[in-house]
């Protein structure tokens, strides 16, 4: 149980372009979702905390204009990475809590995206 | 400040030689430790979540306990698959209400077991 899946697994793009990456909650419903960030050999960072029908909370110095967030549905949460450039290209996680402030967050298997 | 830290940063261990990994935190109000495990280029894969002091849990060769102010990740007789980096986070009831409470995240430790 508990399965999230996020897609693409790898993008590769021009600059300028417009990159999205869903997440999505298989098996249970998903109130809450997270978007980290993780640079090689560094721990996760926390872009942002999405809830569904609600707009996304940013974290300090995360470009809520470069990073959209849309959480439309119970299952389903988008990150659009807009207007990219190479300093955005990075490894992309998101996670998935089953209601509750202390259950654990579950994973996708992260995004991995390369700016030309 | 809420921290968490992770010791060793890197464990090379023989296959069946069992050890220890730690994670040491200071936060106000305990809302639960979480162990992850991450293989290179996937998300975290849920392992463990520890709420109070004297807790245990155990999965295959991995056994987590939780003190009040560490929890240690003990794996018993080691196979080349549990070689991964292994994530701890915490959150407390000042990172965040309900559903929003956020994860502080240790470092991890890379554990590379060789055959």
């Known amino acids: 149980g508990a399965v999230v899946s996020q897609h693409p697994s790898w993008v590769i793009c021009k600059s300028g372009t417009s990159v999205k990456i869903e997440c999505r909650s298989l098996?249970?419903?998903?109130?809450?979702m997270f978007w980290y960030r993780q640079f090689p050999k560094q721990s996760l960072m926390l872009m942002a905390t999405?809830?569904?029908?609600?707009?996304?909370?940013?974290e300090q110095g995360v470009e809520k204009d470069k990073f959209l967030i849309n959480h439309a549905s119970l299952t389903l949460s988008t990150l659009t990475v807009t207007s990219a450039h190479p300093e955005d290209s990075s490894f992309y996680i998101c996670?998935?809590?089953?209601?509750?402030?202390?259950?654990?967050?579950?994973f996708g298997d992260g995004t991995r995206l390369s700016i030309l | 400040e809420d921290q968490v830290t992770q010791s060793p940063e890197a464990l090379r261990l023989q296959e069946g030689e069992s050890s220890s990994l730690n994670c040491s935190y200071t936060v106000s109000g305990l809302r639960g430790l979480f162990w992850y495990r991450q293989d290179p280029g996937k998300g975290p894969e849920f392992l463990f979540t520890?709420?109070?002091?004297?807790e245990e849990k155990e999965k295959e060769r991995l056994k987590a306990t939780l003190t009040k102010k560490e929890s240690f990740l003990h794996i018993t007789a080691p196979k080349p698959e549990d070689s991964a980096t292994y994530l701890c986070?915490?959150?407390?009831?000042?990172?965040?209400?309900?559903?929003?409470?956020?994860?502080?995240w240790g470092l991890g430790t890379s554990l590379a077991v060789n055959p």
């Open positions: 996670s998935a809590r089953v209601w509750g402030g202390n259950q654990p967050q579950h």
């Open positions: 098996d249970f419903q998903a109130t809450t």
């Open positions: 999405s809830n569904e029908g609600s707009k996304a909370t940013y």
């Open positions: 520890l709420y109070s002091a004297g």
């Open positions: 986070a915490v959150q407390d009831a000042r990172t965040g209400a309900g559903n929003n409470r956020k994860l502080i």
